[in-house]
């Protein structure tokens, strides 16, 4: 398992790669501001044990 740190995770971009990480069983840390990205794009995997969201 690698573990992959991916900024503006909630962003369109960010959380369709988010996602396709996670499906392929890596660890990921979203790191994001929320200043054009949304919460909505990654509510569906805060639950994943694999994933963790950061407001920076």
Do not use: W
């Not at 992959?4 to 962003?11: H, I």
Request: charged share 20%; with cysteine; net charge negative.
């Amino acid at each position: 398992m690698n573990r992959f740190l991916v900024t503006g995770g909630s962003g369109f971009l960010g959380s369709h790669l988010c996602e396709k990480l996670l499906d392929i069983g890596n660890d990921v840390l979203s790191v994001d501001n929320y200043f054009t990205g949304r919460k909505e794009n990654i509510a569906h995997l805060i639950g994943n044990p694999y994933f963790e969201a950061m407001r920076q």
